[in-house]
């Protein structure tokens, strides 16, 4: 490859070339035969101050740049050192905007030519990879990246990134190099010039392909092994004293609490009983299960299944947790993550997709991912993908949904990546799934799971939020519409276009005819949206005399809501969508059981063509179900609402569903197994699991129940301050309060110079106090992340918040768990309110009163142990290991004004507790910490 790169990164005082932005540093590296031969670097003189959050982000700053030379004194040195070359950066049309500009102004015209897109180019041939970001992807490959955000050191990094990924491409497949060179075309980068010129090397050359991977129908895929199992007798004795388990665990730190978890876990599953598990932060609770059920599931021939909630953790088990035991015991373990069948890709229908004529850019992005990843993936699971929105939609096409035509047919049958998992599951000693799909696999005909009798719930205290998803539905107005937009029209040449191009082609006879389905496509249209608008109207109506309105608004559908006469509009406009929605379903159905009767005469673009129409049908099914089942005829035992966005009605609402009795239907499902046992950090309430048991339906007398408190030491490592000088709240959040916290949260964070978590009970509190703490600008030196008001997911602003000196984040809602961030970035937790739910939330209100109709309390029995988890929760992302220290911070007085109070405190590990003003607790956080 004899081609000059030059891989140049900006500095700059923001985003925004087109508002006055400028660059403040440039750094561009020669790349010339494979090999960094030369690096420019020079600070620029934007003429402009550096706004705060830039020089925290760079640590570049005003003094530095003023003495530096304007841009367009060194424009010809620049311009000279990118002449004759590919001009590459990392999100390229952002470099290329401001470089663009700056030469036009110093007399440049046309300096560039060819452009490589290293986000671009990661995307193709790291499918998999969780964030494109620079310093992440650095981390990820393990090259030196000393200073993020400084030009010279992003240019270097971006530099290695691009040799790494020319790299990975002389790996691929010659086959697969070809497919990239034909799609590459559409992308917004030369990328497909890179490709051109590898292939043309590696078609010199010849190489044999590696014994790993197969050419399948002009496809390569990595070949699929089913490891035998073992035949010589193994000695499966489950290591009963403490003795063994330390010699066993070698290297492990010896946790009693550990210890004598394994052996409750070993014994239900020997026994056959059902348990619960509270195990403290710090126990080793993943190694705690795992190691007693290999040894259950080898010596009694019975699988274990484990089910955690994310498809993270599933990931985590397989590949960390149980690589770890696999090097301490003797014997081999057979393991598999299975999840559902559209979880996997259909080769059928990907293979037929490639022959499509596409230039959607987000598509054709896709596919290159896929004909990449093929190569690697061992599971064929669809998540494994870091899709973009559109490589969502594409998803959707080319998911597994089993076979319409004869399964033999499936010219893929013998390289299935499905069937491939089944068979793993079927001959493994452990199954790892997730809620849903444990769940998913309770329901007839469903067959996810191998047969199995023994489970273990991780992280159980989701199960019931996971229940309540698995058994509910929900009806979103931009989904039915992407839906029949997947139907279109006779002249929109899609879904019903092409079958009715086949039945034609075929000489087949309908008894629905085209015209009527043509018709119903267009009154189903109208139809949707009326009722979304009717639906709206509702929405608004019930928000009215509301003092605040939020974004999201939420209406109960009860039988008040329903009986009143303008619901019947409703009602019978619903009616009129189920209609025409069932005209379009038979009409499509009765076309694909002509052709089906006629396989043997279509082509294999045509079956393909067929197999993707049937997973169509399997969705629209769902949707005509919904509509019946949520407004048609909805049950008396279900919970129904809507809820949107009432900025973009009718666009931001959803219709839905959730079963008011959930323990009910867990026992029916779940609990017929012969051990089930769950476990997390947060089960109990004042020590007791009678809260958790009632959910999940489980009678007190039929379970072993544990209790591990966390080995840490907690009175050395944290202490739990409470305010005396703030506004008492209870009730409706006023201004004042959001000024007494504000002004809390400033000084906070100067004494702890940042590293503050910040948790909110609403998203409404958090964007008041954000805007309120912005607008003071006490803060200007740190770096404020707040979610939903941050451009990014929780896990982004996690890492986010790790990467700055001064940083403080807010969240709410998903930041009360499962965010982990261990060490010295994060020092200080506050949590504003004790985390109860809004008595009117929907699923709330229903649970409070089918708690009344008890003769109950539905404060005591129901609102106070769930929040009391919840702050359980919260106050675990503090201490994530054993040598975190910090300070935990509530605003809310009711900890001490309240006869209530007390149960959270008691809920809590052994920690001191402190009171008094923010002076006082000022002085003693600089003491701790």
């Known amino acids: 490859m004899l081609q000059k790169y030059v891989v140049v990164d900006l500095e700059t005082t923001g985003n925004t070339q087109g508002q006055g932005d400028r660059i403040i540093q440039i750094s561009a590296v020669v790349i010339e035969n494979l090999k960094i031969i030369d690096q420019y670097t020079s600070?620029?003189?934007?003429?402009?101050?550096?706004?705060?959050?830039?020089?925290?982000?760079?640590?570049?700053?005003?003094?530095?740049?003023?003495?530096?030379?304007?841009?367009?004194?060194?424009?010809?040195?620049?311009?000279?050192?990118?002449?004759?070359?590919?001009?590459?950066?990392?999100?390229?049309?952002?470099?290329?905007?401001?470089?663009?500009?700056e030469f036009q102004e110093s007399g440049f015209d046309h300096v560039f030519s060819e452009t490589v897109d290293t986000v671009e180019l990661a995307k193709i041939l790291m499918p998999e990879a969780p964030s494109y970001k620079l310093s992440e992807l650095s981390g990820q490959l393990d090259f030196e990246h000393d200073h993020?955000?400084?030009?010279?050191?992003?240019?270097?990094?971006?530099?290695?990134?691009?040799?790494?990924?020319?790299?990975?491409?002389?790996?691929?497949?010659?086959?697969?190099?070809?497919?990239?060179?034909?799609?590459?075309?559409?992308?917004?980068?030369?990328i497909g010039t890179l490709f051109q010129t590898v292939l043309a090397e590696q078609q010199k050359k010849l190489g044999n392909l590696p014994s790993h991977l197969e050419v399948f129908r002009g496809i390569a895929i990595k070949r699929k092994v089913i490891k035998e199992k073992d035949k010589y007798v193994i000695d499966y004795d489950f290591p009963k004293t403490p003795e063994q388990k330390s010699q066993l665990l070698k290297g492990f730190k010896k946790r009693e609490s550990q210890f004598d978890m394994m052996d409750t876990i070993y014994h239900s599953l020997i026994e056959k009983k059902h348990a619960v598990i509270e195990a403290g932060t710090g126990t080793g609770k993943s190694i705690a299960y795992l190691l007693p059920a290999a040894y259950f599931a080898l010596g009694h021939h019975n699988p274990v299944v484990i089910s955690t909630y994310t498809n993270q953790m599933q990931e985590q088990i397989l590949n960390n947790e149980l690589n770890k035991l696999s090097k301490l015991i003797s014997f081999p373990i057979q393991a598999t993550i299975l999840k559902g069948r559209n979880h996997y890709i259909n080769l059928f229908k990907f293979e037929q997709t490639l022959k499509e004529q596409e230039n959607h850019y987000d598509t054709v992005l896709t596919k290159m991912q896929l004909l990449v990843w093929?190569?690697?993936?061992?599971?064929?699971?669809?998540?494994?993908?870091?899709?973009?929105?559109?490589?969502?939609?594409?998803?959707?096409?080319?998911?597994?949904?089993?076979?319409?035509?004869?399964?033999?047919?499936?010219?893929?049958?013998?390289?299935?990546?499905?069937?491939?998992?089944?068979?793993?599951?079927?001959?493994?000693?452990?199954?790892?799934t997730n809620h849903s799909m444990l769940l998913a696999d309770t329901e007839k005909n469903m067959e996810i799971l191998p047969e199995y009798h023994y489970i273990i719930v991780d992280e159980a205290h989701h199960l019931e939020r996971a229940a309540r998803k698995s058994f509910g539905k929900k009806l979103e107005y931009t989904l039915m519409k992407y839906w029949l937009g997947r139907v279109g029209s006779l002249e929109k040449g899609l879904l019903f276009s092409k079958l009715e191009f086949l039945i034609n082609k075929k000489k087949l006879v309908p008894a629905i005819l085209s015209e009527k389905i043509e018709q119903a496509i267009i009154n189903l249209d109208d139809e949707i949206d009326d009722l979304y608008t009717q639906l709206s109207r509702q929405l608004l109506i019930s928000t009215k005399d509301k003092l605040e309105k939020m974004k999201r608004e939420t209406m109960r559908i009860t039988e008040a809501v329903t009986a009143k006469s303008n619901w019947l509009s409703i009602i019978v406009c619903a009616e009129r969508v189920y209609d025409f929605h069932q005209l379009i379903?038979?009409?499509?159905?009765?076309?694909?059981?002509?052709?089906?009767?006629?396989?043997?005469?279509?082509?294999?673009?045509?079956?393909?063509?067929?197999?993707?129409?049937?997973?169509?049908?399997?969705?629209?099914?769902?949707?005509?179900?919904?509509?019946k089942d949520l407004l048609i005829r909805p049950s008396e035992t279900d919970?129904?609402?809507?809820?949107?966005?009432?900025?973009?009605?009718?666009?931001?609402?959803?219709?839905?569903?959730?079963?008011?009795?959930?323990?009910?239907?867990?026992?029916?499902?779940?609990?017929?197994?012969?051990?089930?046992?769950?476990?997390?950090?947060?089960?109990?309430?004042?020590?007791?699991?009678?809260?958790?048991?009632?959910?999940?339906g489980i009678p007190e007398n039929n379970v072993v129940q544990k209790i591990y408190k966390s080995p840490f030491e907690y009175k050395k490592m944290a202490k739990l301050m409470i305010p005396t000088d703030i506004p008492d709240i209870r009730g409706k959040v006023t201004d004042d309060y959001i000024e007494a916290i504000a002004g809390h949260i400033i000084a906070i964070s100067e004494a702890t110079n940042g590293r503050l978590l910040t948790l909110f009970t609403s998203y409404d509190m958090l964007t008041k106090t954000y805007h309120l703490i912005k607008e003071s600008g006490s803060l200007e030196d740190f770096v404020i992340l707040a979610q939903g008001i941050t451009v990014g997911s929780r896990t982004r602003l996690t890492k986010s918040f790790q990467q700055f000196n001064k940083a403080i984040l807010f969240g709410t809602s998903s930041f009360w768990e499962g965010?982990?961030?261990?060490?010295?970035?994060?020092?200080?937790?506050?949590?504003?309110?004790?985390?109860?739910?809004?008595?009117?939330?929907?699923?709330?209100?229903?649970?409070?009163?089918?708690?009344?109709?008890?003769?109950?309390?539905?404060?005591?029995?129901?609102?106070?142990?769930?929040?009391?988890?919840?702050?359980?929760?919260?106050f675990g992302r503090l201490i994530r290991g054993e040598s975190d220290r910090g300070v935990v911070i509530v605003f809310d007085r009711r900890l001490d004004t309240t006869s209530y109070g007390n149960v959270f405190l008691e809920s809590l590990p052994n920690i001191s507790v402190k009171r008094g003003s923010l002076n006082e607790i000022i002085n003693d956080i600089e003491d701790w910490l």
């Not at 691009?162 to 917004?188: G, R, S, Y």
């Not at 197999?611 to 005509?624: K, P, R």
């Open 43 to 101: 600070f620029i003189n934007p003429e402009v101050p550096i706004p705060p959050f830039i020089e925290e982000l760079t640590g570049i700053n005003d003094d530095m740049v003023k003495n530096a030379p304007l841009f367009a004194e060194i424009a010809h040195d620049i311009h000279n050192f990118l002449s004759n070359s590919v001009f590459v950066a990392h999100n390229v049309s952002f470099d290329l905007k401001f470089l663009q500009k």
């Open 585 to 627: 379903k038979r009409g499509i159905e009765e076309r694909l059981s002509l052709l089906k009767q006629k396989a043997s005469e279509l082509s294999t673009e045509e079956q393909a063509f067929l197999e993707e129409a049937n997973s169509f049908i399997l969705d629209w099914t769902s949707i005509g179900t919904n509509v």
């Open 819 to 874: 965010v982990d961030i261990p060490g010295k970035d994060l020092s200080c937790l506050i949590i504003v309110r004790l985390p109860f739910s809004p008595p009117k939330e929907p699923v709330t209100e229903a649970k409070y009163e089918e708690v009344k109709r008890q003769g109950l309390n539905p404060f005591t029995e129901s609102a106070l142990p769930e929040a009391v988890l919840r702050f359980k929760q919260g």
């Open 374 to 432: 093929l190569v690697y993936t061992d599971t064929g699971d669809l998540d494994e993908l870091n899709f973009s929105g559109g490589g969502l939609l594409f998803k959707q096409r080319i998911k597994h949904d089993g076979w319409f035509i004869n399964k033999e047919k499936d010219p893929w049958l013998s390289r299935d990546f499905y069937l491939f998992a089944r068979k793993l599951a079927a001959c493994s000693d452990l199954i790892i």
């Open 148 to 190: 993020p955000h400084q030009a010279d050191s992003d240019a270097l990094a971006t530099a290695e990134l691009l040799l790494m990924l020319i790299d990975k491409t002389k790996q691929l497949p010659i086959v697969t190099l070809e497919k990239l060179v034909e799609l590459a075309f559409f992308l917004k980068s030369d």
């Open 639 to 696: 919970i129904i609402w809507l809820e949107g966005d009432i900025r973009i009605l009718p666009n931001g609402l959803t219709i839905k569903q959730e079963p008011r009795h959930i323990g009910s239907l867990l026992f029916e499902h779940l609990y017929n197994k012969k051990t089930v046992i769950m476990t997390s950090a947060t089960l109990t309430v004042n020590h007791s699991f009678r809260y958790f048991l009632n959910e999940m």
